[in-house]
């Protein structure tokens, strides 16, 4: 599958052009209560930019990889995501053109 654009980019070059400013808080949180029910783990692998990893029994969250795309919401079958744009002029910085 060619994943290039009409700019001659394939998603990992487009990738590396965004811009990331990290906050120190993050805009995530995972209810791991309602994790337990889950034996899918749709979070773990529907997030495009792996935010999401299982530690023993928990989910952690990589918060400054995300992408801020909202996909991981959509996905949690128990509603077990908060997620919130980041603070102020933190987060991520889409370069177009």
Not at 28 to 36: L, M, Q, R, S, W
Request: hydrophobic letters at 25%; aromatic letters at 8%; charged letters at 25%.
């Amino acid at each position: 599958m060619d994943n290039s654009n009409s700019n001659g980019l394939n998603a990992d070059e487009k990738l590396a052009t965004l811009r990331f400013i990290c906050d120190n808080k993050s805009h995530i949180t995972v209810d791991n209560n309602k994790c337990k029910n889950c034996n899918e783990k749709v979070c773990l692998n529907c997030c495009p930019a792996d935010v999401y990893e299982q530690i023993e029994d928990k989910i952690e969250v990589n918060y400054e990889n995300c992408l801020e795309c909202g996909t991981c919401t959509i996905c949690c079958p128990y509603g077990a995501i908060n997620w919130n744009y980041p603070q102020g002029a933190k987060g991520v910085r889409y370069r177009f053109g």
